[in-house]
C-alpha cells in the first residue's frame, strides 16, 4: 500500500495528483502547517529526517521530494503512460525537465515570495529575481511551444511536476506574457484526476 504524507497546502498536491492520474490505492497521513509559521509539525521527520512534504512510502521505501516521487510513482505504476523508457528518445527531456523544476525554475518564486517580507530592505533584489523568474517562464514557454504538454500530445509526469510553478506563477499574476502556459495550466487543472486530487487534499491557494 501507497502512503502519502500530506502537508495542506503544499507541494504535496501535486503528487496527490499524480497518485489520481494513475488510479492506484493510497492513504493520505494529513498534517496541518503551523497557523503562523506554516512549518509542517515535528511528527513528520518522523518518516523522514528533513521533516518536509510531500514524503511517500511503498511498502518499505521511503521517497521524499516530490519530483522523486512522482518519478517513481509514474515508473512503478504508470506502465509507460506518464514517464519515457530510460532507453527511448524522449528520456532525455524528460529527465532534464524533471531536475529542473524543483532544481532551477522554483528557485526565483521562492526568492520572491521571501524576499516579498523584507519590504522596502528587499528592493535591491528584485530587479536579478524578476529577471530569473522571466528567463525560467519564458523557457518553459519555448519548451511547450505549440505542444498540449511539455512532452507532446500526451499528459506526462513532467506536466504534473510543473504544475506548481506555473500554478505559483499564475497566482503572482507571472504568466500573462505567456499564453501557452495559461492554456496549458488551464487544460491540466480541467482534468477530473486533478479535482479529485484537490478534493483528497483540501484547502490549496494556488489554485484558481
Ligand atoms: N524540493 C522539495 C521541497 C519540499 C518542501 O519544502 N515542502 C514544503 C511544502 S511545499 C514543506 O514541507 N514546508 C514545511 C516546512 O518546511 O516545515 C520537494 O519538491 O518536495
Same mark, same amino acid.
Given at each position: 500500500? $501507497? %502512503?502519502? =504524507? /500530506?502537508?495542506?497546502? !503544499?507541494?504535496?498536491?501535486?503528487?496527490?495528483?499524480?497518485?489520481?492520474? @494513475?488510479?492506484?490505492?493510497?492513504? $493520505?497521513? /494529513?498534517?496541518?502547517?503551523?497557523?503562523?509559521?506554516?512549518?509542517?509539525?515535528?511528527?513528520?521527520?518522523?518518516? =523522514?529526517?528533513?521533516?518536509?512534504?510531500?514524503?511517500? #512510502?511503498?511498502?518499505?521505501?521511503? &521517497?521524499?521530494?516530490?519530483?522523486?516521487? $512522482?518519478?517513481?510513482?509514474?515508473? %512503478?505504476?504508470?506502465?509507460?503512460?506518464?514517464?519515457?523508457?530510460?532507453?527511448?528518445? *524522449?528520456?532525455?527531456?524528460?529527465?532534464?525537465?524533471? =531536475?529542473? &523544476?524543483?532544481?532551477?525554475?522554483?528557485?526565483?518564486?521562492?526568492? *520572491?515570495?521571501?524576499?516579498?517580507?523584507? *519590504?522596502?530592505?528587499?528592493?535591491? @533584489?528584485?530587479?536579478?529575481?524578476?529577471?530569473?523568474?522571466? @528567463? /525560467?517562464?519564458? +523557457?518553459? !514557454? %519555448?519548451?511547450?511551444?505549440? #505542444?498540449? +504538454?511539455?512532452?507532446?500530445?500526451?499528459?506526462?509526469?513532467?506536466? &504534473? =511536476? %510543473?504544475?506548481?510553478?506555473?500554478?505559483?506563477?499564475?497566482?503572482?499574476?507571472?504568466?500573462?506574457?505567456?499564453?501557452?502556459?495559461?492554456?496549458?495550466?488551464?487544460?491540466?487543472?480541467?482534468?477530473?484526476?486533478?479535482?479529485?486530487? @484537490?478534493?483528497?487534499? *483540501?484547502?490549496?491557494?494556488?489554485?484558481?
Amino acid at each position: 500500500m $501507497i %502512503t502519502i =504524507h /500530506h502537508l495542506n497546502d !503544499s507541494r504535496s498536491q501535486r503528487v496527490l495528483w499524480m497518485l489520481e492520474e @494513475l488510479g492506484v490505492e493510497y492513504a $493520505i497521513e /494529513h498534517y496541518a502547517r503551523d497557523a503562523v509559521t506554516r512549518l509542517a509539525p515535528e511528527s513528520l521527520k518522523k518518516i =523522514h529526517p528533513l521533516g518536509k512534504s510531500p514524503v511517500i #512510502q511503498d511498502g518499505d521505501m521511503v &521517497v521524499a521530494e516530490s519530483g522523486a516521487s $512522482i518519478d517513481y510513482l509514474s515508473r %512503478t505504476y504508470g506502465k509507460g503512460k506518464f514517464s519515457p523508457a530510460s532507453d527511448s528518445a *524522449g528520456f532525455n527531456k524528460y529527465n532534464e525537465l524533471m =531536475h529542473y &523544476v524543483e532544481g532551477s525554475a522554483m528557485l526565483p518564486l521562492m526568492l *520572491g515570495l521571501y524576499v516579498s517580507h523584507l *519590504g522596502e530592505a528587499g528592493a535591491p @533584489l528584485g530587479p536579478r529575481i524578476q529577471s530569473e523568474q522571466a @528567463l /525560467h517562464l519564458g +523557457y518553459l !514557454s %519555448t519548451v511547450l511551444g505549440e #505542444q498540449d +504538454y511539455f512532452m507532446g500530445d500526451a499528459l506526462s509526469a513532467v506536466d &504534473v =511536476h %510543473t504544475s506548481f510553478i506555473l500554478e505559483a506563477a499564475n497566482m503572482r499574476d507571472l504568466l500573462k506574457e505567456f499564453p501557452n502556459l495559461i492554456a496549458l495550466l488551464k487544460r491540466l487543472q480541467a482534468r477530473p484526476a486533478y479535482k479529485r486530487a @484537490l478534493d483528497a487534499g *483540501g484547502p490549496y491557494s494556488f489554485a484558481p
